[in-house]
């Protein structure tokens, strides 16, 4: 069974930083997606940040360049480092993880339950 835990969310004023961590457990595949997504109230959930199993990442223009991706050596462990944070950066932020395959491509099959990031100015 597959779990993700994700911690690290708190209250930050605008400019501050935040580094969010999602620990994996019975999460086996060798090909793999995972990901960070938020969802502000009223708003529909858009992606954050990505890293294949291949070390590739990818990112919203929003956030290029103030926040980081990453992984620890053993991938169990998925981080966001999220610096000069905005108050529009409010949200609940979730890490997501699934399969990549050829095609369709990648699947976030599985979801944490969510840590909530509040930026005030």
């Known amino acids: 069974q597959v779990q993700l835990v994700e911690s690290g969310g708190g209250s930050v004023q605008s400019g501050g930083s935040l580094r969010l961590s999602c620990t994996a457990s019975?999460?086996?595949?060798?090909?793999?997606?995972m990901a960070w997504f938020r969802q502000a109230p009223g708003k529909e959930r858009e992606e954050v940040a990505a890293i294949d199993s291949d070390g590739s990442t990818t990112y919203a223009d929003s956030v290029k360049g103030r926040f980081t991706i990453s992984q620890n050596g053993a991938k169990n462990t998925l981080h966001l480092q999220m610096n000069s944070l905005k108050p529009e950066e409010t949200a609940i932020y979730y890490c997501?993880?699934?399969?990549?395959?050829?095609?369709?491509?990648?699947?976030?099959?599985?979801w944490g339950q969510g840590t909530q990031v509040t930026v005030s100015s």
């Open positions: 997501a993880a699934g399969p990549h395959y050829f095609s369709p491509g990648c699947q976030y099959n599985y």
């Open positions: 019975g999460f086996t595949y060798s090909t793999y997606c």
